[in-house]
């Protein structure tokens, strides 16, 4: 929906300024006109090219929805009107971008719309999974506890991705110093050693002919391999935006070799999650399922969430139609089962979901146990030959001298 930024002078002859979200510029003039305001300019906020984004402080993070899903749970359930509570939280929060935002939420609401309607507004920021709790929190008048479940769904989902994160920096960093190292060492180092070489007429041993090969070559022809590379990095994003290459792509990463089991784990993790969430907060099954799809950020798990809200509007269980698919475990469908049959569907994917953070948490470890010394030894083999190719000439030629 298009951003429009006015100048205007309230009903105490101010003149204000600010924004607000419209489906065209008649709609946001007469937005603005009934909160009293006397319009001296309004103009369409284009969309911020990469130069000018506010890059610093400016991006809404989970951090930032955690609190405000908190802040909000914590004043609807002390009555306080969900307006005014949206102007409160916008006076506490730091970041212009998130300012901006909470104002285009409280203006949408005072002209009429939902809470959830105003929130749709802004996918950017707030996902399916999150407008469809906060609107199955409006149906039941629950909104408070559903902001509330909102807040800490989102804090493990951050607590999650922080673990992911942490445990693969060290990679990283060791890759990314391999990757210095052999940068500075092709261009600042070999070329001085080369001319000391041919001016000696000095044997090289095959280490230093390959490394000295490789190096002239990158040299030479480095505007040939950035090419190939830009090349190569279009066409797999080109094909990854089809449906077949997002396909593709989802089920590559649910074979890979060493990675197959860690990333079915995170999947399964998430998207049990995500319905724990959804059936703690009252949402229907097939309404959960729907939304379950749209968030969980995989095509194969979409494609078995989509069957499986087919199947059950077919009058089937999702436990039937999961025993089916080779990425549901056996013992999800087995927890799944027992939830249905005894009416507690939301403690079974509760103690899934614990049940797979915790399998996540020790693949994490045994992965950070495994990938250091394995890292140590590639570190060491590459720069063992670098030191190599370089070394022995130099010992060469000091025998001859």
Do not use: H
């Given at each position: 929906m298009p951003e429009y930024r006015y100048q205007a002078r309230n009903a105490k002859g101010t003149v204000v300024k600010g924004s607000v979200s419209a489906q065209n510029e008649s709609k946001a003039r007469a937005l603005l006109v009934s909160h009293k305001l006397t319009l001296l300019n309004l103009t369409e906020k284009k969309a911020a090219s990469v130069l000018n984004r506010n890059v610093f402080g400016g991006r809404i993070s989970n951090r930032d929805l955690i609190l405000f899903s908190r802040q909000l749970s914590t004043m609807v359930r002390a009555g306080v009107p969900i307006i005014e509570a949206i102007r409160t939280l916008r006076h506490q929060v730091q970041k212009p971008a998130f300012q901006s935002l909470l104002d285009n939420i409280a203006y949408e609401i005072e002209a009429g719309a939902s809470l959830s309607r105003a929130l749709a507004r802004h996918p950017e920021v707030f996902s399916v999974f999150y407008i469809g709790v906060i609107q199955t929190g409006e149906a039941s008048g629950r909104l408070s506890e559903s902001l509330k479940t909102l807040a800490d769904s989102t804090e493990r989902t951050y607590v999650f991705n922080r673990k992911i994160r942490s445990a693969l920096m060290y990679p990283a960093f060791i890759l990314t110093a391999v990757v210095i190292v052999i940068i500075i060492t092709f261009y600042f180092v070999l070329p001085q050693i080369v001319e000391l070489f041919r001016e000696t007429q000095v044997v090289l041993p095959l280490p230093t002919r390959i490394l000295i090969a490789v190096s002239e070559f990158t040299r030479a022809y480095w505007y040939i391999i950035a090419i190939v590379v830009v090349a190569f990095g279009l066409i797999i994003r080109s094909y990854l935006r089809t449906a077949e290459g997002q396909y593709a792509a989802s089920t590559w990463v649910l074979k890979i070799p060493v990675l197959r089991e860690f990333m079915q784990k995170v999947y399964l993790s998430r998207l049990t999650s995500i319905m724990y969430t959804l059936f703690k907060s009252d949402v229907p099954v097939i309404e959960s399922l729907k939304i379950a799809r749209e968030s969980i950020g995989n095509q194969v798990y979409q494609r078995i969430l989509n069957d499986t809200a087919e199947a059950?509007?077919?009058?089937?269980?999702?436990?039937?139609?999961?025993?089916?698919?080779?990425?549901?475990?056996?013992?999800?469908?087995?927890?799944?089962?027992?939830?249905?049959?005894?009416?507690?569907?939301?403690?079974?994917?509760?103690?899934?979901?614990?049940?797979?953070?915790?399998?996540?948490?020790?693949?994490?470890?045994?992965?950070?146990?495994?990938?250091?010394?394995?890292?140590?030894?590639?570190?060491?083999?590459?720069?063992?030959?670098?030191?190599?190719?370089?070394?022995?000439?130099?010992?060469?030629?000091?025998?001859?001298?």
């Open positions: 059950v509007k077919g009058g089937s269980s999702m436990s039937a139609t999961w025993a089916q698919e080779r990425q549901i475990p056996p013992m999800l469908t087995t927890m799944v089962a027992m939830g249905e049959r005894s009416g507690e569907i939301e403690k079974a994917f509760a103690e899934a979901q614990r049940f797979f953070n915790r399998d996540v948490d020790d693949i994490l470890d045994g992965i950070a146990v495994f990938l250091e010394p394995l890292l140590v030894i590639i570190l060491g083999i590459g720069v063992g030959f670098i030191v190599a190719a370089v070394i022995l000439p130099i010992y060469n030629l000091v025998l001859v001298l």
